[in-house]
């Protein structure tokens, strides 16, 4: 069995998950890339990546030769903890990394995405509950946000369809239950998997595994905002409706986890 403690730490920065507070743990344990979300540089990517979006802030390739040309970049830096903010690589798992990520409620990571991006969409992230819902027709997010990027650059490349009813830009269709099952078989195979309503009792439990872990303490929300927002959201049934539709596969993810022993 590999040692758990050797291997280089790969964190699936899920996009409003939690990711800037992993990573400046991290950076109080390791050597880790210089940026905000500990992200591997662009210039250290094998190549560019089919479709960059949502925030695609890294791409380690693709193939088991590209993956190894990323980590050989890693190692000449010395880091030991390195971040991927775009999907994972179909060529997961790569055996020098430790794999960590962790999920968020769906509902709640879709209402902070959109307050993190004002002006998107042509004037959408505002603020209010119809902007919200119009956020959610132009479809920058898509349906099932985290069940994407854990089915991985296959779900990227063959799901995307130009619709010129949504403006400039490429719109998933719908993720099919093949793909929902494909990234729950991904998840499975991660080290450690932690949900953000109970990312301390995640962060003790990777310290069994990891122990340079021991003894972190979860700092306060980095980049919460606007919460009185975001519960007025949260209550207004007809975005709600309208949210639930996107997210069934999310739910369905984020549910085999939460509220549960961690699972390894």
Same mark, same amino acid.
């Given at each position: ?61 693709? @193939? ?10 890693? !190692? +000449?830096? #010395?880091?030991?903890?390195? =971040? ?78 130009? @619709? ?10 719908? !993720? +099919?239950? #093949?793909?929902?099952?494909? =990234? ?81």
């Amino acid at each position: 069995m590999l040692n758990v403690t050797a291997r280089v730490v790969y964190f699936l920065h899920l996009h409003k998950a939690g990711g800037t507070t992993i990573c400046s743990m991290a950076k109080a344990i390791y050597a880790t890339p210089n940026n905000n979300n500990c992200n591997v540089p662009r210039d250290m990517w094998y190549n560019e990546p089919f479709q960059v979006r949502y925030q695609h802030a890294a791409y380690f390739g693709n @193939s088991q030769e590209q993956m190894t040309s990323v980590y050989e970049n890693v !190692l +000449s830096h #010395k880091w030991e903890f390195a =971040a991927n903010e775009g999907s994972l690589e179909d060529a997961f798992p790569f055996k020098d990394y430790f794999y960590i990520t962790v999920l968020r409620n769906p509902i709640d990571l879709y209402i902070s995405a959109y307050l993190f991006m004002p002006g998107f969409g042509g004037g959408m992230g505002k603020g209010s509950r119809s902007d919200f819902r119009d956020w959610l027709d132009v479809g920058w997010y898509g349906d099932n946000f985290m069940t994407r990027r854990l089915c991985g650059h296959a779900c990227n490349s063959i799901n995307y369809n130009f @619709s010129s009813a949504k403006g400039d830009h490429l719109v998933p269709t719908p !993720l +099919s239950l #093949k793909q929902y099952e494909r =990234a729950v078989s991904n998840l499975r195979r991660f080290d450690v998997v932690m949900t953000l309503e109970s990312l301390q009792v995640g962060i003790n439990k990777l310290a069994t595994l990891r122990p340079e872990w021991r003894h972190t303490v979860v700092p306060p929300r980095l980049n919460a905002m606007n919460p009185t927002t975001h519960q007025w959201i949260r209550d207004d049934p007809v975005a709600m409706k309208e949210l639930s539709a996107k997210i069934h596969f999310d739910s369905l993810l984020y549910n085999l986890y939460s509220n549960k022993p961690m699972r390894f």
